[in-house]
């Protein structure tokens, strides 16, 4: 019976040890029942331990979530993590396989690749950065997308679609975990009000750690002598760890202020010609797909009215006829002018009909900045950029059918009969 005890007692649990030796103890040939007894307890023991053992499933949830999420033995914060989630599991069921040589090599090699790859350090780090700034890569030129509203409310959505927005009041230009910009259209005063041009801009920093927790809120209007130069609570800077700018409200010059978001690595650019304002937005693709409201932004589905300025541009009579408006400039003239601007495709186009039909310099200004900073902030562009300076052909087939004319001209004529009607009781 010693020889068996020696044998079989190296993976016996401490108590299991404890009732063997006080078996060996007992003289067998005085108290043989105690010995039926005590043998019996012994070997229940074994089995409910044996079951009880959850080694199998710890090891089983491991290796599946290893195996699953591709990761690799290695000093990372998310393997610390599986193993942190594998020791404790086994720490749970510890108490019932003291007996499992299975156990016991899990334990001792799970120890060890805690140790060596210095788990404890990794994920005190990580909770320590829970309340920390920390600055976003550098994205990946593929991934950058490009949004940017500018003149005669002229859009380029993130997709590359172009539009001429015809939609009054305010509107989210963009808006996603990071960023709120929001931006607020009015009847232009020249061109008889038909232009909606951008007289608000809004930018909402949302609540961060590279904030300090609070919401920052920038404004930019028409009726403001200049763009500001920092946030609406009178900063500027908000600086990550080591004392480096993560948020930062940066003056180009007098009419152009970027805002920097570098916790998202995003950057939103206004621009002011006059009395026209203009926006853009730059931000990775991974960035504004985290959007709370996709279905309502400008930059993700458009403008619900708009112009058809393919139209408008290949028949300008039709279109003046149905607005009941005349040029400011000669449609030829306007495509020259801007054409010696070396403006090309969508920005050649709305340069053209805006000031074909206000006159309006400061809008060919702000073409001509929206293409310099859509060919310096989006990279891409170049591939997409055909270099037309020349307006579209009229098409040969059935002409186009403006819709909106009848509408528009009854309530023109309704304002000026009242007008009418004011004046005469008036006198």
């Known amino acids: 019976m ?3 005890s020696r044998s079989d007692g190296r993976g016996l649990s401490i ?6 030796k006080q078996f060996n103890q007992q ?9 039926t007894i005590t043998l019996l307890f012994f070997l229940f023991t074994l089995q409910t331990e044996a079951h009880l053992c959850r080694i199998d499933d710890c090891s089983a949830f491991y290796s599946r979530t290893c195996d699953y999420e591709g990761v690799q033995p290695e000093s990372t914060h998310r393997y610390c993590e599986i193993l942190s989630t594998y020791r404790n599991c086994i720490n749970e069921t510890k108490r019932f396989c003291h007996s499992n040589l299975k156990f016991h090599y899990v334990e001792f090699h799970l120890k060890k690749q805690w140790k060596n790859f210095l788990c404890e350090k990794t994920l005190e780090e990580s909770r320590n950065s829970d309340n920390r700034c920390e600055l976003a890569e550098p994205s990946h030129l593929r991934a950058i997308r490009y949004c940017t509203l500018f003149g005669g409310a002229h859009l380029r959505k993130f997709n590359g679609e172009a539009q001429t927005m015809r939609e009054i009041g305010a509107r989210p230009f963009a808006d996603n975990r990071y960023f709120l910009v929001q931006v607020t259209t009015s009847h232009s005063s020249s061109a008889d009000g038909l232009l909606a041009v951008l007289t608000r801009i809004s930018v909402i920093v949302k609540a961060h750690n590279c904030t300090n927790g609070v919401k920052l809120t920038y404004e930019a209007a028409t009726d403001m002598e200049a763009l500001p130069k ?3 609570d009178g900063s500027s800077v908000y600086s990550a760890n080591h004392k480096r700018k993560a948020i930062e409200v940066h003056e180009q010059d007098k009419n152009s202020v970027v805002i920097y978001l570098r916790h ?7 621009r002011r010609h006059g009395p026209r304002l203009s926006v853009s937005v730059r931000a990775p693709e991974n960035v504004i797909t985290k959007q709370p409201h996709f279905e309502s932004q400008l930059c993700i589905t458009g403008s619900s ?11 300008p009579i039709a279109f003046s006829r149905c607005h009941a408006i005349r040029e400011h400039v000669p449609l030829k003239l306007a495509a020259n002018r801007c054409a010696n601007s070396n403006l090309t495709d969508q920005f050649f186009d709305s340069c053209t009909f805006d000031l074909s039909i206000t006159g309006d310099e400061y809008l060919v200004a702000s073409a001509i900045d929206a293409q310099s900073d859509i060919r310096f902030l989006f990279p891409h562009y170049q591939y997409v950029e055909r270099g037309r300076m020349i307006l579209p052909e009229k098409p040969q087939e059935i002409p186009f059918l403006w819709n909106d004319c009848v509408r528009y001209f009854v309530a023109r004529l309704n304002a000026a009969f009242s007008g009418i009607l004011m004046e005469a009781e008036a006198a």
């Open 305 to 315: 009215r708009v112009f058809p300025l393919a139209e408008a541009l290949t028949d």
């Open 27 to 35: 003289s067998i040939t005085r108290n043989p029942i105690f010995c």
């Open 2 to 4: 010693e020889s068996v």
């Open 264 to 270: 998202c690595d995003s950057s939103i650019h206004i």
């Open 15 to 20: 108590r299991n040890s404890h009732i063997l």
């Open 230 to 232: 920092w946030f609406v």
